[in-house]
């Protein structure tokens, strides 16, 4: 086996699917072999960075990478929008992180996923399908250009519920929409996983818990280490402390306390803004950013698509 | 020998202990510059002079990896420095680091006889004299090195590990330390502030042991990104040792912990000293920067998460501590420190509950904290005596960052990946020689104990680096077991063993 010999993470793929979505493919032979759906990792781009932690969108044991997808909502998201190509190299990237999901057989499994959950739910989709549930996936974007990875999720999923809030692509409609409908159309449900914004998770596991179907979620509090070591990452699950990165990041959806979630999500907004403002000033500079349009930050208390 | 004929006594010696010089307390508290800058050579010399080279010394018997202190003290005596360094060296590998943050005053100052009538042998700072000459003299205690093929990996780069990294080196082996985090040095580099412990000194230790051989690999989370298992039947160690520290942090259960503004003190000190948040926007990573903070707890963690935010820019400080300040477990340097830098201290006082700004929508930010006084009851299973909350006392006062300093759990990640046995509370169980119940894995510092101190961690690092050494048949004193759990150990057939 290769040795653990890894310092540096070569960027071997990218692909850009929108204005503020892009893939990212790294060389990482032992966490591709360890990678699990589910799990995540610490990424620092560049030596002054913040870790920010990212899902596993995919991992290729052969090839030895492991692949994320990545919206650009902020300072670091968007700088290594601008830093990350082919041929260049992570700073630091660290995992994979957190408890695998558990898939265990369920006949027939719900998987949904929206904005930043989208690409995230493959691996777990994929991994119900191998287990040999019947997959029913149901994903949101806002409009027809921002779709991707329709054919990959048709390749794991028996039926396909795609929502775009224009209607410009299937479903006109939110996330939660689709999750109605699937519901409506699959009595048999035995199981939901969901990835996206709290507060699309919120509304997908208050539209399960009157059928009583058990309902994952994956939520992603702010991380600093993502070991366990510092608390920042703890969320309520039934009235207990828990921290995301090594009691989860899955937990019971109809357990979890979203609200508190979401507060928590807002801990550092000035600053945030602050280091975003900071960064597009040195961008513009530099060269004539075309970045103004987009410098309004993204609002976690409100359902947003990917794109 | 011409010391013992003019033997000195508490009388002959220098009165007064050497002064260490430090940065003026208004000063330095808005700055993250070292506060006691080290002794000076006739500062040192000095000091050497009060020391009675007790024939049977106390302060050895007190420290807890038994240093040979006359023996060091004695060679700065004699400006042997190389040779007092030596001396240290042959127990402690980090005198630098050890002579700054040990709790000297209840180990082997806390013990010297000068300490009975006057204040006693400042031992630590002459252990940081010697260590702070070492590394600007750039020596190493690297001995030759005749390489065994045994292979040791070592799961955490904290004082622990690096113990342990650094005997194995020593004894021959290919010694690799894993560390999930971007840089080596665990608490001491995440945790424990730059004017307490300088990264300098920190980075010049490990680079020590890089001249030995070890080899650092750093964002590799052991248990996820390879097990325990993995390491030693598929990777090809021979033995591992796992010192990962205890790291989770308690919270106290008090309603209001989840207002912004409410953070562990691991968080704080990560955020502030690995992640270089003192310094945003230039570094990416923010922390809460309160203008009113309250600290909970009284150990060397609030101490340093005190006077951080003091740094950061906080105009006031608070520490609130349910017992008094004689029970409060810092290092007494910490909190005289943080007394003369303007913390307020809170004794015999316990949160009750953190205040939100109700109407501030829908996020909640910390705006104060109700407290209650406590008196002391009877001791508790500790020997201390149980604080009580004084019925009618409570109070609040205002506050916009409240931080938790009130101790740590064991971290949860190799257990949820290995069979390793664990004890009731989650840490590592071991034996005598800090054997696991997994052949070949050794296991020490607080992810065994819980949380304690740097020199016991490292202390722990090189008697399990001691353990790994028989268990290899390394050492020339004690011959190898030949039988493990009924194997002969030979076959190193731990699949067998796993099995049993
Ligand atoms: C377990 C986990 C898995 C994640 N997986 C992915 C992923 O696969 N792809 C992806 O693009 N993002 C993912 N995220 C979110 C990602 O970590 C954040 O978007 C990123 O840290 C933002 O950094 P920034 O500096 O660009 O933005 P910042 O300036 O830090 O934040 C900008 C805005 O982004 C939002 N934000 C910040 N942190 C988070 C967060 N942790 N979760 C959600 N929104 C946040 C807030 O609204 C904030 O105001 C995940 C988060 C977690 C905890
Ligand atoms: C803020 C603070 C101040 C302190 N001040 C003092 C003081 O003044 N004097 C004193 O004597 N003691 C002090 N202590 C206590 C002392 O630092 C600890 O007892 C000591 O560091 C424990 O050493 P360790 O090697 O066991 O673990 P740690 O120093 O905790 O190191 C463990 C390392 O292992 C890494 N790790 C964890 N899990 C994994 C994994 N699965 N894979 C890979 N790596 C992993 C961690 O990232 C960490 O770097 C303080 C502690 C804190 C938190
Ligand atoms: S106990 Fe004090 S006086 Fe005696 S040898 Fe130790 S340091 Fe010197
Ligand atoms: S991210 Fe620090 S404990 Fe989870």
Known sequence: MARAAQTDYEIVAREDFSDATYLLEVRHPLMARAARPGQFVIVMAQPHGERIPLTLADFDRRKGTVTLVVQAVGKTTREMQQSCHVGSALHALAGPMGVPSHVNGAAKVLCVGGGLGVAPMFPQARAHKEAGATVIGVVGFRSRELVFWEDKFRGVCDELILCTNDGSAGLRGLVTDGVRLALEKHPDLAEAVVIGPPVMMKACAEATRPRGIKTVVSVNPIMVDGTGMCGGCRVKVGGRVRFACVDGPDFDGHQVDFDDLMARLARFVPEERRALERWSESCRAKEPAPLEETLELPDPFEEVHGG | MASAAKKKTVRTIPQLRAAMPEQDAGQRSRNFAEVACGYRLEDALHEAERCLFCPDPACVAGCPVSIDIPGFIRRISAKDF????????????????????????????????????LEPVAIGRLERWVGDKAIAEGWSSAPHIEPNGFKVGIVGSGPAGMACAADMAKAGCEVTVYEAFQEP????????????????????????????????????????????????????YDAVFVGTGAGYPSMMGIPGESLNGVLSANELLTRCN???????????????????????????????????????????????????????????????????????????????????????GRAGNVKGMRCVRMALGEPDESGRRRPLPVAGSEFEFPADVVVFAIGTNANPIIGQTSKIRLDKRGYIETDAELATSMAGVFAGGDIVTGAATVIEAMGAGRKAARGIKRYLGLDPESASPERLFGIPVSEKNFARIRAL
């Open chain 2, 82 to 117: 190389r040779g007092a360094y030596d001396v240290i060296t042959a127990t402690n590998l980090l005198p630098a680091i050890c002579g700054r943050v040990c709790p000297q005053e209840s180990q082997c100052e806390g013990v010297c006889p000068v300490g009975e009538t």
């Open chain 2, 185 to 236: 040095g665990g608490v001491l580099k995440y945790g424990i502030p730059d004017f307490r412990l300088p990264n300098a000194v920190i980075d010049a230790e490990i680079e020590n042991l890089r001249r030995l051989g070890v080899n650092f690999e750093c964002n590799t989370l052991v248990g996820r990104l390879f097990t325990l298992e993995q390491m030693r039947d598929e990777m090809g």
């Open chain 2, 274 to 360: 690995l992640m270089r948040a003192r310094e945003f926007p230039q570094y990416d990573t923010p922390v809460p920067v309160g203008r009113r903070v309250a600290v909970i707890g009284s150990g060397n963690t609030a101490m340093d998460a005190l006077r951080v935010c003091l740094r950061l820019g906080a105009e006031k400080v608070h520490c609130i501590y349910r017992r008094s300040r004689a029970e409060s477990p810092a290092r007494a340097e910490e909190l005289h420190h943080a007394e003369e830098e303007g913390v307020e201290f809170h004794w015999l006082t316990n949160p009750v509950e953190i205040l939100g700004d109700a109407e501030g």
